[in-house]
């Protein structure tokens, strides 16, 4: 068994220690070590000379080039989220490209570029509101609409608005309420 005392220059696995980095919530000894694929992991002192971690983990990622899922398919790695997930950019059938994550294309949350998930609503009554045209997506990817209320008005709304409900006017309702009290 390892002297636990020093570790710097020892390999555990594909690991490296390289200095101690302080210690852990618990109190335990963390080393900064390197992977042999050139990535730093911290790892408890006693997790390496037990054998518990032996890498970065990046070695457990899954290879999806070429993988389909539902309508994309797993182009190349991009990089990673701030969650540390593998991102992929993957082209849809239509041909649009999207980036995801390698755990929402393995789930199941990710399948297409989003086109495909929305109902086209052109010509449909919400309300007031008659969508006119789809003019793109908002930040959560959202289909956005442009929509004529019945006095006259446009507004843009985001489809989901429109299919549950909490969007039925441009306002104009309220609007004539206020004015008769």
Known sequence: MKKTSEITGERFGKL????????????????RCKCDCGAEKLATKSSL????????????????????????????EVGRNKNNDVLWRCKCECGNEVIASASTLIVG???????????????EKFGRLTAIE???????????????????????????????????????????VAAQS
Do not use: Q
Not at 54 to 76: D, Q, Y
């Open 109 to 123: 949350y990710v399948k297409s570029c989003g086109k495909h998930r929305v109902k086209r609503l052109e010509g």
């Open 16 to 31: 490296i220690a390289i200095e101690p980095a302080g210690k852990d919530k618990n109190g335990h000894v963390l080393w």
């Open 49 to 76: 000379i037990a054998g518990l971690i032996k890498s970065c983990g990046n070695h457990k990622i899954k290879r999806l080039e070429g993988e389909k899922f539902g309508r994309l398919t797993a182009i190349e």
């Open 134 to 176: 789809e003019v793109g997506r908002n930040k959560y990817y959202s289909a956005m609409w442009r929509c004529e209320c019945d006095c006259g008005e446009e507004i843009t709304v985001a489809s989901s608005r429109l299919l549950n409900g909490s969007k039925r006017s441009c306002g104009c309702e309220r609007r004539k």
